[in-house]
Structure formats: structure tokens, C-alpha cells
């Protein structure tokens, strides 16, 4: 298949270009589009085939659910059985925004794009060329991050390049992503609401609209720490091809450790990485060292993650260590992103 790639300014948005992939879609076809969190792979959400192509061109098992984006909160009540009031009041403060809800689905929703199940994850984006293009595609768009199964989300179009060009109908180039790490998702199906997966919208902000949040025991533990409740969080996500190690610990205690490991790897003629901060990447004799950020500067920490996963592939390096990070606040979703990419292999100092 050819992958038409086409550009799109949020400030300034190409309505004809917009309205040619909402033909795409309403015809059952797949387009790439930008987001404020990552790049989404979109589909008609209320078409089964569709949500069958989405599965197949990122070569994702079909037990994995998609979230349908809409993009205003009239679309809602034709996909949920009931919206409750929880709903309201995190939509007020995070609506459009990086917030995932699950509710009860309607019959008109697929069970192709629940992965089976009787619930529905839902997202209104805020990234107005993304609204744009659900409204143009009819209303409903599923839409996983847009990268093949297993690798790192794409933040910037040419990781979607990268991974989706050849298996898909159009692209839309819409520069880099604003957060960089995929929505918070919120279940609101059971008795209060629970964290499935942490991101950009921290416990404590929803805790500013509703009380009682509770955070799935799995966010940050390992395997032994029993089955997510987000399907897509079993799976190994995010990793680089390289191995990928945490080091915790103090900074210096920390970085020695790094710093041994790195020689035994060169020594053995191996190609090695760091994942440093501004404040210690001096640190570090690796033949590729990276640094997310200052180390205070989360939103920049977590803007930079996937991108430099992917550079570590591109520079080819085998053994990778990453130093560790504040799991509170947005650090909960940073860690929770870069365990799953290291398979939870971390080093204590
Ligand atoms: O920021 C985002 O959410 C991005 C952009 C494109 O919007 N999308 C995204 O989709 O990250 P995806 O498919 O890569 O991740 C969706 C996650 C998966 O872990 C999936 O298992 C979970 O949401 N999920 C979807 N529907 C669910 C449901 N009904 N119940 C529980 N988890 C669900
Ligand atoms: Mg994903």
C-alpha cells in the first residue's frame, strides 16, 4: 500500500487536507494523526473491519482494547450506556486533554474495537487538528498510539514513518507531540474511580474533581504484582532493541555503578547508551549519552522519553542504562513508561 504523508499546522489547519482523511476513515481506511499525547493509528470506531486493520498494521494481539476519540462531549451518549457523574466532572476540568475514561459501551460499539469487552475507553483530544479530523470522520475515531506493537509510541511523524509507512492510507505530519506519553486512563466502571494507566493528569489533579481515586496495584510493580486491568498494559511495551537496565539510587553511588558496567561492555566490544539528566550526563563514558532534561523539569523528562528510546535503536546500541526518577506526580507515569521498557529490570545502589 502506498502511505500518502501530508502536513497539517494546528494553528493553521488545511480543512481540505482534513476532510480527505475523514473520507479515509468513513471509507474504512486508516489515517496517522497528531495528538497532544502521541501519535494515534485512527480508524472508524463503529466499523469492526476497521478496528480489525488498526490490529493487524500494528501487529497488535485483538485482546487489546482501542479508545475511541470524539471530539466534544455531545458524541458521548450514543457510545456509553450511562456517563456518571464523575464523568462530568473530570471532563469539565480535563476535557478536551490527556484523560482516558472507561465506561459501560453501547451496543452500537464493536466488540472488534473493545477487544471484547463491555466497556469502552473514550478520549476527546485537545490537539484541534485531531478534533477536526474526528468530526470529518463522522464523529468516532479508535485510535491506538501509531506504532507497531512493542515499540516505543511515536511522539514526532517520523517515528509513525518509521513504523507504519507501506501499511497504512495517509499520515498526517503534524510536528512534535506536546506531552509526549500517552493519556491517563481512569475506569469508572466499578465502585470509585481507579488509575489504570498514569499519565500527564496526575491522582492528585483528579482528586481535584472527584474524591476516592484509587491507582491499579500494577502501575508500577513487577510481573509478581498480577494481571493490569488495562489489557495493554501486560504486554512488554516501549523497549528499545537494545537490553535496558535502571540503576536507583544516590547520584554518585548510581552513576559509579553505571560507569563500571559501561567498561565491562566496552571492554567486550559492545556499543552502549545512557539515559542521564543535564545535571549528570557529563558523568558518563558511553559511546551514545542522552540527556532527558533537567532533572526537576518532568514535562520535559517525559516529552524526551520515547524519542530517545528510539534513537538508541537507530545508533544501534546494545546495552542501555537509564538513571531513575521521582515516581510522584507526572515522575508516576515517567517510571511507569521506562520499567515497562526495561522489562522491569532495575539495579538498587
Ligand atoms: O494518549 C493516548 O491515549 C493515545 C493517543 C493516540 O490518544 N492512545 C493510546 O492508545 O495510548 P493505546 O491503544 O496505545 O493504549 C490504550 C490502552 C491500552 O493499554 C488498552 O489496554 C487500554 O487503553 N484500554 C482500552 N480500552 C480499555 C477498556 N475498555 N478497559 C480497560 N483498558 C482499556
Ligand atoms: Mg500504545
New binding site residues.
Partial sequence: MKTRIVQVEEKNIDMEIIREAGEIIKAGGLVAFP?E????LGGDALNGASSGKIYAAKGRPSD????I?IAGMEYLPRIVKRIPEEAYKLAGLYWPG?L?M?FEKADCVPLET??G?A???V?M?SNKAARALIEAAGGYVA????NLSGRP?PTMAKHVIEDMDGRIDMIIDGGEADIGL??T?V?LTGDGPVI??P?YVTREMLEDAVSGVAVDGTILGGDAAGAP?????KYRHYAPRGSLVIVEGMQEKAAACINSRLKAHRQAGERTGVIATDETAALYQADSVKSLGRRSDEETIAKHLFQILREFDEEEIQFIYAESFDARGVGQAIMNRLLKAAGHQVIRQ
Fill in positions: 495528538t499525547t502521541v501519535y494515534g487489546n482494547p482501542l479508545i476519540h490527556p482516558t472507561i473493545t477487544g469487552l466497556t469502552v475507553a478520549r483530544p485510535a491506538p498510539s501509531a509510541s500517552e493519556s486512563i475506569d489504570l494507566r499519565g486491568k488495562a489489557p495493554g498494559m
